[in-house]
C-alpha cells in the first residue's frame, strides 16, 4: 500500500464534509475521496439491517478504489456497521464517530441536551455512553433528524430552517440548558441557527476534531502517513445522481 493513497470518508449525505473539514485542517498533505449515500439519506430514519447492508456496501467500493483508511463521518453509519466492517476489514483502519458527550461532561456538569438522529439515539453505542455519564449531568436526547433534510438540499439558513429548529427547541428557550452536543455530523453546519432558536449563548460539542485526531493517530502508528509536503487532491462521489450534490459538498467545504 502506498503511503500516498486516499483516506475514504463515508457519510449517509453530505453532513460528514464537516469532519472532512477538520481531517484537512490536520493533515492538509493528505488526499481525500469523499463518498456521501445521498441517494438513500436519511440514514437516522432506516432500520438498523439496511444502514449495515448500506454501509457496508459503499465500504466495500471505497476500498477498492484503494482506499488506505476509512472514515465513518457519520454517527448513524458508525452504531449501525463499524463493529461489522473492523472484523471484515482487520488490516484496514477503520475510525468511527460517536456524540462527544465524554468532551462535554467533562467540562460541564449541568444540562445537556444531545441532538442525533433516531437510529443513534436509539442503538446500544449510545445506550452504553448514556450508561456511563447519566450520574455527572442531567441528559436529554432529542431526535433532531429534520436538520439532516435541509443541509442535504443544501440550506444552512432561512425562514423555514428556522422555523423548525425553533418548534423542536422550544422546550429549552425557558428551561435553559448548558450545552448541546451536535450527535450527527449534519449539525454542525447550521450550531449558529441552532444558538439564535434558543436564545442565548451556548456551547456546542462534537465529535469532528477528535475523530481527525484518531484518524491520523493511527495512520502514525502503522506508518501510513503521506510524507509529502504538498496540499493533498480531494475528490467528491455520490450516489445521488443530482447534478447539484458535488456543488454543494464544495460549498459547504469552504462554509
Known amino acids: 500500500m502506498s503511503n500516498s493513497q486516499t483516506i475514504a470518508v463515508f457519510d449517509s449525505g453530505l453532513g460528514g464534509i464537516s469532519v472532512l473539514q477538520e481531517l484537512i485542517r490536520l493533515m492538509p498533505e493528505e488526499n481525500y475521496l469523499y463518498f456521501g449515500d445521498s441517494a438513500n439519506a436519511p440514514y437516522g430514519v432506516r432500520p438498523t439491517e439496511e444502514v449495515l447492508q448500506l454501509t457496508m456496501r459503499h465500504i466495500a467500493f471505497l476500498l477498492s478504489r484503494q482506499a488506505k483508511a476509512i472514515v465513518l463521518a457519520c454517527n448513524t453509519a458508525t452504531s449501525a456497521a463499524v463493529e461489522a466492517l473492523r472484523r471484515r476489514y482487520p488490516q484496514t483502519p477503520i475510525i468511527g ?3 462527544a458527550l465524554k468532551p462535554a461532561i467533562n467540562k460541564l456538569h449541568g444540562r445537556i441536551v444531545v441532538m442525533a438522529t433516531e437510529m443513534t439515539l436509539r442503538e446500544k453505542k449510545f445506550a452504553a455512553l448514556l450508561d456511563r455519564f447519566r450520574a455527572e449531568a442531567e441528559i436529554i436526547p432529542l431526535p433532531a433528524s429534520g436538520i439532516v433534510a435541509f443541509v442535504e438540499e443544501g ?3 432561512g425562514e423555514q430552517l428556522d422555523a423548525y429548529l425553533e418548534q423542536l427547541l422550544a422546550p429549552y428557550r425557558n428551561r435553559k440548558v448548558d450545552g448541546i ?3 450527527c455530523t449534519h449539525f454542525p453546519f447550521v450550531k449558529e441557527r441552532i444558538a439564535q432558536a434558543l436564545g442565548y449563548p451556548i456551547e456546542f ?3 469532528a ?3 481527525a ?3 491520523q493517530r493511527q495512520l502514525q502508528q502503522r506508518q501510513l502517513t503521506n510524507s509529502d509536503e504538498s496540499t493533498g487532491a480531494i475528490t467528491f462521489l455520490n450516489s445521488s445522481d443530482d447534478p447539484q450534490i458535488i456543488q454543494r459538498c464544495h460549498k459547504l467545504l469552504r462554509a
Open 181 to 183: 452536543v451536535l450527535g
Open 213 to 215: 485526531r484518531e484518524t
Open 205 to 207: 460539542f462534537d465529535g
Open 97 to 99: 464517530m460517536e456524540p
Open 155 to 157: 440550506i444552512t439558513s
Open 209 to 211: 476534531e477528535g475523530t
